[in-house]
């Protein structure tokens, strides 16, 4: 091949920007079809920052410095009454969703990334592959990475009706800014990642950048995750049907929950939760919700088309991993390509070999914590209840 090779990299999110930055570093020409016309910066909250993350950064040569995350130092955990049952010395760094991605962001060129287009579907033959939007356009590359997520376009072609599963409960969330807080709660908190764990729930909270993406004391926000069950025939669904009575598959983001949802969760909090998590709760002015799910691919390969990121694999957030995978998907891709040359083929096949194993291994995983978090059982967990829990990497 004489010219650059072209990956055409379906979904702009945080998948879709690490595949791009690496592969730009191994010389490859790239650009992201996104269908959402708007930046996405607004999503998510804290992520846990994984070597995986800083590995692919390090391949791309994006340079952060120490300014990509907030440390902690201690895990605490509180019960009903605020009273610390359990302290120990676990340093690690958090970073939100919105500075990763205005950080790959900016180290792409403007023209590499295609706002406002929705994949359809591709066909391929001997010479490469070609990608259909809904607007009309259409894209021919060497290949096309699937990074469009849990309920991925991409994906429906290659392995249809394959929806992720619900597992059965939901993150409620919120981002409270650093100076809100009371400052007996903030007292508490300061420098730790802290847990209060329920009969059939579980919250954590931990430091991550302010909006503006600064770390400095005083700007920073605080980040907090509820575990909570949610029936899947009406709880999930009434949840999921925003203010404006739009219906969503598996998640509300900020500014859509309903003022009902929001008192009943404030009702909860403190009904269930130590004072310095209901002060966190009571503070938060709009949070937002995302139902757990499940998701495994036996296949992550289809000639020219991959999947990755969350279009292969739905990892429980305990896991702290699904961001680390993606980044490790995208960055193990550009590693191997670059040393193919020519055979592609060959190096997507050793790829998925390995990238299968260790999403196979993260999910299960995943499944066994948050259900014997949750005291659900399921039927992984039965399967394999003789099986000691293993910890992989920290939540
Ligand atoms: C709303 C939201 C909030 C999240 N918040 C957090 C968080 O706070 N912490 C954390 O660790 N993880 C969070 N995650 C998960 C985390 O972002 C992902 O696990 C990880 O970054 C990998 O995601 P992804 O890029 O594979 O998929 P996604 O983040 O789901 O991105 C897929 C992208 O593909 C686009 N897309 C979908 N279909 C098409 C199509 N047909 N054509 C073109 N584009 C398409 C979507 O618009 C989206 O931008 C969040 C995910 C979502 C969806």
Do not use: C
């Amino acid at each position: 091949m004489n010219r650059k090779p072209r990956a055409l990299i379906i979904g702009g999110s945080l998948s879709g920007l690490f595949t791009a930055t690496t592969l730009r570093a191994i010389g490859w020409d790239v650009d992201i079809f996104e269908r959402s016309p708007n930046e996405l910066d607004s999503r998510g909250g804290g992520i846990v920052l994984q070597g995986d993350v800083l590995a692919a950064f390090d391949f791309a040569g994006i340079r952060t410095g120490s300014g990509l995350g907030v440390q902690s130092g201690d895990r605490i955990y509180l019960n009903r009454a605020d009273e610390v049952i359990s302290r120990t010395f676990m340093p690690q760094t958090q970073t939100s969703w919105n500075m990763l991605y205005a950080t790959m962001k900016a180290h792409l060129p403007a023209s590499v990334v295609h706002p406002g287009e929705r994949f359809v579907r591709f066909e391929q033959d001997a010479d490469g592959i070609t990608a259909h939007f809904a607007s009309g356009r259409v894209e021919r590359g060497d290949l096309l990475i699937g990074a469009d997520g849990a309920r991925s376009a991409v994906r429906e072609q290659v392995m249809p009706g394959r929806p992720p599963r619900y597992a059965g409960y939901v993150a409620w969330r919120g981002l409270v800014p650093e100076a809100d807080l009371p400052p007996a709660a903030a007292e508490v908190l300061a420098g730790t990642f802290a847990f209060q764990q329920g009969e059939d729930h579980l919250l954590l909270e931990y430091l991550v950048p302010g909006d503006n993406r600064s770390v400095q004391a005083g700007e920073r926000r605080w980040n907090w995750v509820w575990y909570r069950k949610a029936e899947p025939m009406q709880e999930l669904p009434s949840l999921m049907t925003d203010r404006f009575g739009a219906r969503h598959a598996f998640s509300l983001a900020p500014g859509l929950m309903k003022d009902e949802d929001i008192a009943r969760l404030r009702h909860a909090a403190s009904d269930q939760l130590a004072p310095t998590f209901q002060a966190l709760v009571h503070g938060t002015r709009e949070p937002f919700a995302q139902a757990i799910l499940d998701l495994q691919v036996e296949k992550m390969v289809f000639g020219r088309a991959v999947l990755l990121g969350d279009a292969a694999f739905v990892p429980r957030p305990h896991t702290a991993g699904s961001t680390a995978k993606a980044a490790a998907n995208a960055l193990a891709l550009a590693m191997i390509l670059k040393s193919a040359n020519t055979r592609i083929d060959l190096a997507l096949a050793s790829w998925q070999k390995l990238q299968l194993r260790e999403g196979l291994a993260m999910t299960a995983w995943g499944m066994r914590m948050g259900d014997q978090i949750m005291g659900l059982s399921h039927p992984l967990e039965r399967r394999r209840a003789s099986k000691p829990l293993k910890r992989r990497r920290r939540p």
